[in-house]
Structure formats: C-alpha cells, structure tokens
Nanobody, 123 residues
C-alpha cells in the first residue's frame, strides 16, 4: 500500500485547508485511517482518525471543533478539513492506515504510512 498526502501549503491564521490522502497499490477501504502531525524535534502527534466506514471518528483535543476527518472509500481517499488554522498547527501532516473500527491514535498502531505534506500557518 502506498499513501500520499497532499493539500498542504502556506496560509494565514484563521484560514482553512483541506488535506487529502490517497491510497494506491491496494485498497485501504477496510482499514481505519488517521492523520498525524510532526514538528522538528518532536514525535508524531495524533490529530484525527476514522474507522473503515467513517462512522466512528476521533479527534485530539487541540483540533476538536476545528478539524473534520472524512473519507470516500470509492475513491480511496481520506480528507482532513482544517478550519480556523493557528500557527500552532504548523507541522508536516501524515496519513496512516491500520486497524478496522479501532482508530489508531499512536504511531505504533499504524501499518501503512504516507508521505507527509507541509502545513505552515503564519501571518
């Protein structure tokens, strides 16, 4: 499985971005998918995730109410809609797949990682 995250960029505080994660090589429609982020010198931090069907979602406290995770299994895509971005959200964002209904909230529970996409929030 190959996962590719995209959609990052440079935005101002309060702006929105939508990240996409597309799978290739094999389907991830039967796997839970999570988004993590990482800043220099720190480990990967769980941001948001959803079950294979999308019926179950989970968010970190730092993004709850601002970010929304969703998926389109027919297109093998998972999205992260990020609203009201803050400079603290600046990081490289990664998508990862693993599990079914149990949403992976730690990097150790990810089976397949995608390449990251850089999000920079700055005025």
């Amino acid at each position: 499985v190959q996962l590719q995250a995209s959609g990052g960029g440079l935005v101002q505080p309060g702006d929105s971005l939508r990240l996409s994660c597309v799978a290739s090589g094999r389907s991830v429609s039967n796997l839970a998918v999570s988004w993590f982020r990482q800043t220099p010198g720190k480990g990967r931090e769980f941001v948001a995730g959803l079950s294979w069907s999308g019926a179950i979602t989970h968010y970190s406290d730092s993004v709850k109410g601002r970010f929304t995770v969703s998926r389109d299994n027919a297109k093998e895509r998972v999205y992260l809609q990020m609203n009201d971005l803050d400079p603290e959200d600046t990081a490289i964002y990664y998508c990862g797949a693993g599990g079914f209904n149990s949403i992976p909230t730690s990097p150790q529970r990810i089976t397949y990682w995608g390449q990251g996409t850089l999000v920079t929030v700055s005025s």
